[in-house]
């Protein structure tokens, strides 16, 4: 169940280029947000000339929204790992949110997003194909435990692991929304329920 650990190929010097104006596109755009953040100033970061950017990105837009796709899966696939750890054992339901909220933490345009500081773009990661492959994983780990036994038997994987996703999702903004304000025992009462819906009948 472990996620394809393959070698990347090397990239190109255009495959290059295009990472770095991403990369800087994702720390300038975190920082400072789509408005006050010119095509000229990434370009600068990424140390290229001022119209290469437009040679990989129609436009400022474009650019933004490339950004925002990589840095929140990024984040999302960064912290869905522990779903694939087999050593945690059913630690992984508690260990998913935090996993995710500390990978968010890493990534600064898709924590500027969650938290709802560029509104306009928000329902953008909701379709991300990292948050597929994260309803992947849930269910399938899911489906495991219930052949262990560990998760009743009665209930449908891919829709549960769905539905535990989306709610994770909706607490994630939560937490990244409210910062240091958000109410930690929130996490916990849903974590609750997640064990209540899970845990075979003794």
């Known amino acids: 169940m472990a996620p394809d650990e393959s070698p990347s190929p090397a990239l ?14 994702i720390e300038r755009f975190g920082r400072d947000g789509f408005r006050s953040t010119s095509v000229a100033d990434i370009a600068r970061d990424a140390d290229v000339s001022g119209t290469a950017a437009y040679a990989y990105f129609d436009n400022k837009k474009a650019l933004f929204l490339a950004a925002l796709d990589a840095d929140a899966a990024a984040a ?17 339901r508690d260990g998913l949110l935090f996993s995710l909220v500390e990978s968010v933490s890493r990534h600064p345009l898709a924590r500027r997003v969650l938290a709802n500081q560029e509104p306009d773009v928000l329902d953008r990661v909701v379709d991300l194909p990292a948050l597929a492959e994260l309803r992947k994983a849930v269910a399938a780990r899911l489906a495991a435990e219930q052949l262990e036994g560990s998760v009743r038997s009665d209930i449908d994987a891919a829709v549960v692991g769905a539905g535990i996703s989306s709610i994770i999702l909706s607490l994630l903004m939560t937490l990244t929304q409210l910062g240091e304000h958000a109410p930690v025992d929130q996490a916990a009462d849903v974590l609750a329920v997640f064990e209540a819906t899970l845990s075979p009948p003794r």
């Open 12 to 25: 190109s010097k255009g495959e290059q280029t295009r990472l770095d104006i991403l990369h800087a596109a």
């Open 76 to 92: 999302i696939s960064e912290g869905m790992a522990i779903v694939f750890d087999e050593t945690v054992g059913l630690r992984w």
